[in-house]
């Protein structure tokens, strides 16, 4: 019977296949001689390549045994993924070169006599993944080739595949896919199988697009890796996407006007030298492709510029994707199987290319930093002088991310002032803009507003320490400068930690986790308030004062057991200092028992997502409440909210997005809830639909008026695209200035608070006042192209509003305050969104 079975069993997998069964040999060069000895990816699988939507799990089978039978395989476990699956690296050379691997990538200065490296990065989007399966027939082709040309070019060559960069949105997308093929091929593109649900493969685990993610290092995916792209030094970057399925092939370059000026030019120099290659692999088999016409080479978060500004070469593939098994398209039936021999022809066209021209890519990587060098020197500054005084972990937090960049950023010894301003030697530190990595410096740091192409593919300003909220000053001469000789590092903080019997116990409320402790308090039920108006009490003979938005801990609350050991364990954790009072009597500002500090209490948010919510800005709020700060989300789709008793819920927080799927009755019920004291947080279009639906008092810039801005009398039709960019904000930093008397502003201490904007929706100034929490400055454009028009009607406008309705609060911005989530200075008025909100009380009636 068993027997039997499996023979039905391989019968039926036949037919599954269809008539894309696909040996190994399909996607190999013609008359290539290959070792008997190496399995092929059929005999592990079970399966042939293109056949099925291999998972992460069946894709690390392959490599580990190919690691097991190949002198020429070493596989490298790179770390974990959120849903801890496993990160590789494929390094394939000769068994010469292996062995010397551990030195070489120890080595910082490489020589011009070590191998050419290549770095072949695969579905980087997880539902892109024609690429992760090309990955395995190009390490068996590149393992068991016995041509004498493939063995030649090993001995000089070090390729590395990360075969699946990104395996929880793969198997996301895999398992999607496998539940809805048919058992008889399906083409037609509205089926199913090439519709996932709201959160797609494309993105990790929480949403994020780690595609965008190379320069923030928001995501722990992107740290794992980088640490190896930098010891591995690559010289060649290939990077394999998918696109939609009507479009044919692409490769680098993109649109050439549109290639951000710190890439040299010899960089698209060489990658057209390198689309020779694709393009006569291409034409040997008859396949359509283009290049230069899309895409293009600006924002450094991609996994195909990030290496321009690093010695590489990075270069992006777009393949037309069939999405499920295959798709009708305009260029005829797209098969899965097709687009994975189009990324193995690129992925071998690529080692070739570079291959056949190694000494011109190590002559450019001595060039790039040569003429670093140079210009670093031409610079009318010598470096920045960076300082945050208040939030030691969001300081940290920037100063890592500079190192995992292979930044130098050196701690002050002595306190320094510079044009009227103190920074202090404990937490103030130099970076030098003379070192290696000087492109990289200028890609965070610059603050371009004017560029050559005014269209964008992605956002056009991303400036990391205005994201951060770090100050950063130019500094013209370093005389008086007083340095430590060893570069910043990591240590733990020994927080203050409360004493045993005090009155009262406070905290203040500018680091970056004390919503964290916050909410961890309120948890564990211990009681905490917040100081509504400041405080001076004498500590340890020595005054202190508080500032609004302190937490006030009293004794005298407390009723659950342990409280005290809780309060000084979880303090310790976070790192924040805890200060303990003796009395209740203070000597400035309020006293403890004072009606202005205020109880705060247990906070339970409602997410609203699925379609029609954006899936990455629902994201950013998880990775912050959830991921960061420790705070339970309960994610609510759209479809299901009618369904959902609300008064469990303390908040609902509305990301931008489609809510016209909310029926009548949703809305009657969400309004009862709110003027009952529920909090609603909305942005960007939530605040729009908020406003529509009369809950949110604030009236929009209508559309017709922001059509009129732009003249349009003398265009003609080839204007037709660049007048669409003109409209649009892509994505640029903006100024603002925060009300910093207002409770939702606790913790601030600069009335300068850059934000996030990608969207054009602009809310009118309420006529009633204290609504107000942010308002854009005069001149409010920082970073990143936005038309002057648009600027214009920004500039004095509201950021952030926030009323009354009813006994509930609602809290309303046109801004992402959690961007790609590393945008750390605007995230904490969401924190005091949840903790804050009936800690002012403002009418719009
Ligand atoms: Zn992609």
């Known amino acids: 019977m068993f027997l039997r079975l499996c023979t039905l069993f391989v019968l039926f997998s036949i037919s599954v296949a269809g008539s894309h069964a696909a040996k190994v040999e399909h996607y190999l060069p013609k008359s290539q001689s290959y070792d008997a000895e190496l399995s092929k990816p059929e005999k592990i699988l079970g399966f042939g390549i293109g056949e099925r939507h291999i998972r992460h799990d069946q894709l690390l089978s392959y490599f580990e045994q190919l690691a097991i039978e190949s002198e020429r395989v070493v596989l490298t476990d790179i770390g974990r993924t959120v849903e801890y699956r496993k990160q590789v690296l494929v390094t394939i050379s000769t068994p010469e070169n292996l062995a010397k691997l551990p030195t070489l990538l120890n080595t910082k200065q490489r020589d011009t006599n070590d191998p050419l490296v290549i770095w072949l990065g695969y579905s980087v989007h997880g ?54 093929r048919g058992i008889t091929p399906n083409p037609d593109a509205n089926h199913i199988e090439h519709h996932q649900q709201w959160r797609t493969g494309r993105t990790n685990h929480f949403g994020f697009d780690l595609n965008r993610d190379w320069l923030l290092l928001s995501q722990q995916e992107s740290q794992n890796r980088l640490a190896y792209f930098h010891q591995y030094q690559p010289h060649v970057l290939g990077d394999f996407h998918e696109m939609g399925a009507n479009s044919s092939y692409f490769f680098q370059p993109g649109i050439p006007s549109r290639t951000h000026p710190l890439t040299p030019t010899r960089n698209t120099d060489l990658t057209r030298l390198l ?4 393009g006569a692999a291409l034409d040997g088999e ?30 992006l593939f777009e393949q037309a994707s069939s999405r499920g098994f295959q798709q009708a398209s305009i260029n005829g039936l797209l098969t899965f199987e097709y687009g994975i021999k189009n990324h193995v022809l690129t992925s071998l066209s690529t080692i070739e290319g570079a291959w056949q021209n190694i000494g011109k890519f190590k002559q450019y990587r001595q ?59 404990s937490t103030s530190y130099y970076l030098p803009l003379a070192q290696k990595q000087y492109r990289v410096i200028k890609a965070l740091f610059d603050q371009g507003t004017n560029f050559q192409d005014n269209t964008f593919y992605d956002v056009s300003g991303w400036t990391m320490p205005l994201a951060m909220d770090i100050d950063f000053h130019r500094v013209g001469r370093t005389w008086g400068l007083e340095l430590s000789e060893q570069p910043w590092q990591q ?50 003979g020595e005054n202190k004062s508080f500032k609004t938005g302190s937490i006030v801990i009293p004794t005298v609350l407390q009723k659950a057991a342990d409280w005290d050991k809780n309060l000084k364990r979880l303090a310790k954790e976070n790192g924040i200092d805890i200060y303990s009072l003796n009395s209740g009597l203070t000597i400035a500002g309020v006293d403890i028992g004072s009606g202005s500090i205020k109880p705060i209490d247990k906070i339970k948010v409602l997410l609203v997502g699925g379609k029609g919510s954006s899936q990455y800005e629902a994201a950013e709020i998880l990775y912050y409440l959830d991921a960061t700060l420790g705070i339970p989300v309960s994610v609510i789709e759209q479809a299901r909210l009618s369904r959902i008793d609300l008064s469990a819920y303390t908040h609902i927080v509305m990301v931008d997005g489609n809510y016209k ?18 909090v609603i947080v909305g942005q960007k279009r939530a605040a729009k639909w908020l ?43 903006f100024q603002s200035n925060i009300d ?69 609060r609602i809290i309303a911005t046109t801004d992402n305050l959690t961007f790609r989530g590393y945008w750390h200075g605007s995230s904490k008025l969401l924190a005091n969104s949840l903790f804050f909100a009936k800690a002012f009380s403002a009418s719009a009636d």
């Open 127 to 180: 539902d892109e993944i024609s690429g992760s399966n090309a990955a395995l027939v190009v390490a068996y082709h590149l393992a068991a080739s016995q041509s004498e040309d493939v063995a030649k070019m090993l001995e000089n060559t070090i390729i590395v595949l990360e075969p699946s960069i990104n395996p929880d949105g793969m198997d996301r997308f895999v398992n999607w896919v496998s539940t809805y």
């Open 740 to 808: 910093l008397s207002h409770p939702l502003t606790f913790g601030y201490t600069d009335s300068s608070l850059p934000l996030f904007r990608n969207s054009t929706l602009i809310m009118e100034q309420p006529k009633k006042p204290f609504l107000t929490v942010a308002k854009y400055s005069t001149h409010p454009l920082l970073s990143g192209y936005t038309d002057r028009n648009l600027v214009n009607s920004i500039a004095n406008k509201p950021a952030i509003i926030a009323h009354n309705v009813g006994r509930g």
């Open 491 to 540: 240590a733990t903080k020994k927080p203050i930690l409360p004493k045993a019997n005090a009155y009262a116990y406070v905290f203040d409320w500018s680091e970056y986790l004390a919503p964290k402790l916050l909410n961890q308090l309120l948890t564990a039920d211990i009681k905490a308030k917040v100081a509504t108006k400041t405080f001076t009490s004498v500590i340890n």
């Open 691 to 733: 406003s529509e639906k009369e809950l949110l008092q604030v009236k929009f810039v209508s559309k017709d008026y922001k059509e009129q801005m732009f003249d349009t009398d003398n265009l003609s039709y080839k204007d037709k695209e660049k007048l669409s960019a003109r409209k649009r904000i892509a994505g640029a930093i």
């Open 367 to 425: 060039q790039f930093y040569k003429a670093s060098e140079k210009a670093a020197k031409k610079e009318s500054f010598s470096g920045y002088l960076i300082s945050e005084n208040y939030d030691s972990y969001r300081l940290n937090t920037f100063l890592n991310k500079l190192q995992q960049h292979q930044i130098k950023v050196y701690p002050l010894t002595e306190d320094f002032t510079l044009d009227g301003k103190l920074y202090e030697k």
């Open 661 to 678: 799927s909310l029926s009548d009755k949703t809305v009657t019920k969400m309004t009862a809830w709110l003027k009952a004291g529920g």
């Open 286 to 315: 008859q396949r359509l492709y283009y290049s230069e016409e899309s895409y293009d080479d600006f924002y450094y978060g991609k996994g195909s510029t990030y290496p321009d500004i690093n010695g590489s070469v990075g270069i």
């Open 275 to 278: 689309a020779t290659y694709h």
